[in-house]
């Protein structure tokens, strides 16, 4: 057997380690948060763009935007 079909015996043979899904909203964020910064940081552009989009998903909404209160405007 070459080094690489051992390799990959022992990895099935493991199976995978499913980590426990992140208790909160903010758990997934910062999980999506860190992997879109490791994707900039080696260059895998599509990646961090897919990684983008979930993030939006991901944020909280605001659902009654249209019944906010009206932002005041400053004055000097």
């Not at 903010?26 to 895998?44: E, P, S, V, W, Y």
């Not at 989009?53 to 019944?67: C, N, S």
Request: hydrophobic fraction near 45%.
């Amino acid at each position: 057997m070459t080094a690489l079909s051992v390799k990959l015996s022992r990895a099935l043979s493991r199976g995978r380690n499913m980590p426990a899904p992140p208790q909160s909203r903010a758990g997934l964020l910062a999980i999506l948060l860190r992997k879109r910064a490791t994707a900039h940081n080696i260059g895998a552009d599509d990646l961090e763009a897919l990684l983008r989009d979930q993030i939006r998903w991901a944020l909280p909404m605001q659902t009654d935007i249209e019944h906010a209160p009206p932002a005041r405007e400053l004055t000097e």
